[in-house]
Nanobody, 123 residues
Framework: QVQLVESGGGLVQAGDSLRLSCAAS????????AAWFRQVPGKEREWLAA?????????DYADSVKGRFTISRDNAKNTLHLQMNSLKPEDTAVYYC???????????????WGQGTQVTVSS
């Protein structure tokens, strides 16, 4: 199994930046793709960004965050990051990291999930 633990959430003002981290442990060799999602109560979970876990760090983003959010990884520390800039009140949500054994364009049905971290952006 793979365990994921997010950190870095909090309360910020509109326009601020925040960096989320996700520490992976366990059978991390199983991971081929890692991603960030968010969810607002009453709404469907939204895929935000994904990154290839090994080799070239190719990544992809949802249109809603492209240009503002950056996904990155540190394989030596088994850590995934999400740098969020120019935050807006509509970015308020619980943010989850996820990992999957599949490669390629994986946007749902991830194998492993963190517990989530709350991000609140005030106007």
């Amino acid at each position: 199994q793979v365990q994921l633990v997010e950190s870095g959430g909090g309360l910020v003002q509109a326009g601020d930046s925040l960096r989320l981290s996700c520490a992976a442990s366990g059978l991390t060799f199983r991971i081929n793709t890692a991603a960030w999602f968010r969810q607002v109560p009453g709404k469907e979970r939204e895929w935000l960004a994904a990154i290839r876990w090994w080799g070239v760090a190719s990544s992809d983003y949802a249109d809603s965050v492209k240009g503002r959010f950056t996904i990155s990884r540190d394989n030596a520390k088994n850590t995934l990051h999400l740098q969020m800039n120019s935050l807006k009140p509509e970015d308020t949500a619980v943010y989850y990291c996820a990992a999957d054994r599949r490669s390629g364009d994986v946007r749902d049905d991830y194998d492993y999930w963190g517990q989530g971290t709350q991000v609140t952006v005030s106007s």
